[in-house]
């Protein structure tokens, strides 16, 4: 548990995703595999996107599914979402919890894609899903483990949620579109 937080903790101090700043761009795979991208590909100019962070192993994560896709259907006619699958949380090999899914930490592409296809087939998830890198790329640039929520805007970072799970909150992406909205109907 110790190793697990510092570890945290560090990637969380080096993050390079910072309020205001230029959002990192790290590459992401599909859900398949198949296919190849970067995370601002999926940004669209003067409409945020909203990223989810997170693992199948991480139970308030998969708890709180639900309340990022009623996030979603709110406000996609103004934002766009995404979900971005990272290492596991809580490995059966690592910090283990009693969850739903027995999922060693990911050594492969193809390992981290067979867990993306288990959050996928548990949950009835609408967001877009991609596959972070064996190098953890999009988790070390936004420093997304266990999990986080992050709200990118024409090429900036506006919103970055805290540690998950703590202080992940589904609530306060709401009233940043909320408060995002109003300021766009008095434009």
Not at 41 to 57: K, M, Q, W, Y
Not at 124 to 138: G, M, R, W
């Amino acid at each position: 548990m110790y190793k697990a937080v510092t570890a945290t903790l560090m990637t969380d101090l080096q993050k390079k995703a910072k309020r205001g700043l230029e959002a990192p761009n790290p590459p992401l795979f599909s859900a398949d595999g198949q296919s190849r991208s970067h995370l601002l590909d999926f940004a669209r100019e003067s409409r945020p996107l909203v990223v989810n962070f997170g693992s199948c192993t991480c139970p308030v994560f998969m708890e709180r599914l639900r309340e990022f896709n009623d996030v979603m259907t709110e406000f996609s006619d103004i934002a766009d979402f995404l979900v971005i699958y990272i290492s596991e949380a809580h490995p059966t090999d690592g910090w283990a919890f009693k969850t739903d899914f027995a999922v060693k930490q990911h050594r492969t592409l193809e390992e981290r894609v067979q867990a993306a296809q288990l959050m996928l087939n548990a949950s009835k998830l609408q967001a877009p899903v991609l596959v972070d890198s064996t190098e953890n790329e999009a988790n070390l640039a936004y420093g997304a483990l266990p999990i986080r929520l992050c709200i990118i805007l024409n090429g900036r970072v506006v919103f970055t949620g805290g540690i998950g799970p703590t202080f992940y909150k589904t609530a306060e992406v709401r009233r940043w579109l909320e408060r995002w909205q109003k300021s766009e109907v008095n434009v």
